[in-house]
């Protein structure tokens, strides 16, 4: 780590031996290696609150990653992407008088009857140009579709 070589820790010793002498050099050395032993907790702490750090920042990231999900409508999404002009949805839309240029259905009978009215059936026509009585045509009837049938429903957990 430091890049010291046997020769500059034997240069070290020789130092240490002269100055402190050898009564004291053990007590030295033990001191010495408390401070070391110190100094590696006090890097490990740190690099602990560090990767700490580092851990909440990507939980915050992905806390607001998962907010950002949650708060988007993917209906508006899905719309934009799919039709973004809106001419889709524009062309399934059904007011009250039903799809644009259609006539409305309240006006489909009623014309219908005045066409048959206004027009004489085509044996009757027949007959009256030859002088014969003519049969009087069926009246027409309406087909009405029936009603949906009831869906049959089981009770869920909620209703139970």
Same mark, same amino acid.
């Given at each position: 780590?430091?890049?010291?070589? +046997? /020769?500059?820790?034997?240069? @070290? #010793?020789?130092?240490?031996?002269?100055? @402190? &002498?050898?009564?004291? %050099?053990?007590?030295?050395?033990?001191?010495?290696?408390? +401070?070391?032993?110190?100094?590696?907790?006090?890097?490990?702490?740190?690099? *602990?609150?560090? $990767? $700490?750090?580092?851990?909440?920042?990507?939980?915050?990231?992905?806390?607001?990653?998962? %907010?950002? *999900?949650? $708060?988007? =409508? @993917?209906?508006?999404?899905?719309?934009?992407?799919?039709?973004?002009?809106?001419?889709? /949805?524009?062309?399934?839309?059904?007011?009250? =008088? &039903?799809?644009? &240029? /259609?006539?409305?259905?309240?006006?489909?009978? *009623?014309?219908?009857?005045?066409? /048959?009215?206004?027009?004489?059936?085509? #044996?009757?026509?027949? #007959?009256?140009?030859? &002088?014969?009585?003519?049969?009087?045509?069926? !009246? *027409?009837?309406?087909?009405?579709? !029936?009603?949906?049938?009831?869906?049959?429903?089981?009770?869920?957990?909620?209703? #139970?």
């Amino acid at each position: 780590m430091f890049d010291i070589a +046997w /020769s500059e820790l034997m240069l @070290i #010793a020789v130092v240490a031996l002269v100055v @402190i &002498g050898p009564k004291d %050099l053990p007590k030295a050395i033990f001191t010495l290696g408390k +401070w070391v032993r110190k100094a590696r907790v006090v890097a490990r702490e740190f690099q *602990t609150h560090i $990767d $700490d750090m580092m851990r909440e920042t990507e939980l915050d990231e992905l806390r607001r990653e998962a %907010l950002k *999900t949650r $708060d988007m =409508n @993917i209906k508006k999404m899905m719309e934009d992407t799919i039709d973004p002009k809106g001419e889709v /949805s524009k062309a399934f839309e059904v007011d009250l =008088n &039903g799809h644009p &240029g /259609s006539p409305p259905e309240g006006d489909a009978d *009623t014309t219908a009857a005045t066409t /048959s009215a206004s027009a004489p059936a085509p #044996a009757t026509a027949l #007959a009256a140009a030859e &002088g014969t009585p003519a049969a009087i045509p069926a !009246p *027409t009837t309406t087909v009405s579709t !029936p009603a949906p049938a009831p869906v049959a429903t089981t009770p869920t957990d909620k209703q #139970a």
